[in-house]
């Protein structure tokens, strides 16, 4: 069964400061990784997908790795702006769309 | 281009009622997913459907059920409603590479 875990739970930060979000998942067979942003209230947006092939992707700000082999993918933001400021969620998937969720880190960033 | 379409938005129930949410996925997406989000449990995974047919489920009791139409729209049904099912229920369609886009979500309230 898929263990997906976040740290830190939750991080504030000051404007401008570079970050790295951890997520840890238990089985190493996954398909996909995906990351995604939640606003209080809203649904998830989706903010990059590593399928198992890859290592990274990009977008912007934002960089997303993969190591399967230690269960292990990162999400790197860069320069924050207060606009990140977000819970941040990843999810794995063994197949199909059965995604199993961490739960979350929630990221202040401050002026 | 439209994105994953949920209603209704809010909605409160009462113990033993039973409730049906829509989804209408993304224009060309074959595949939608429901998922349950709760303070407590986080994320949890409900069900996929495909092409009509149920294709994953997750561990929730048999009042949980879903449907897919043939224009790919989906429903969910619960049914005996339980104070615990008070969640935001949240729909994500996706195409043949996995990558999940998230509705905004139906937020049941049961009293």
């Known amino acids: 069964k898929q263990e997906v875990t976040q740290i830190p739970a939750a991080l504030s930060v000051p404007e401008g400061e570079n970050l790295v979000l951890n997520c840890s998942f238990t089985?190493?067979?996954?398909?996909?990784l995906q990351w995604f942003r939640q606003d209080p209230g809203k649904g998830l947006t989706s903010l990059l997908l590593?399928?198992?092939?890859?290592r990274e992707q990009t977008s912007g700000r934002l960089n997303a790795s993969l190591d399967k082999s230690s269960g292990r993918s990162t999400l790197y933001i860069a320069a924050s702006q207060p606009g990140d400021s977000a819970t941040y969620l990843c999810?794995?998937?063994?197949?199909?769309?059965?995604?199993?969720f961490g739960t979350g880190t929630q990221l202040k960033v401050e002026l | 281009k439209a994105g994953v379409t949920q209603t209704p938005r809010y909605l409160i129930k009462t113990r033993g009622q039973q409730v049906t949410l829509s989804c209408s996925p993304i224009?060309?997406?074959?595949?939608v997913s429901w998922y349950q989000q709760t303070p407590g449990q986080g994320l949890q995974f409900l069900f996929e459907?495909?092409?009509?047919?149920?294709?994953n489920k997750g561990n929730f009791p048999g009042r949980f059920s879903g449907r897919q139409f043939s224009n790919s729209r989906s429903e969910m049904n619960v049914s005996t409603l339980e104070l615990g099912d008070s969640a935001l229920y949240l729909c994500?369609?996706?195409?043949?590479?996995?990558?999940?886009?998230f509705g905004e979500g139906s937020r049941l309230t049961v009293l």
């Open positions: 224009s060309g997406h074959r595949s």
């Open positions: 089985d190493s067979a996954i398909y996909n």
């Open positions: 994500a369609s996706s195409l043949s590479n996995g990558e999940l886009f």
């Open positions: 999810g794995a998937t063994g197949g199909g769309n059965k995604l199993t």
């Open positions: 459907y495909f092409s009509e047919t149920q294709r």
């Open positions: 590593i399928q198992s092939s890859q």
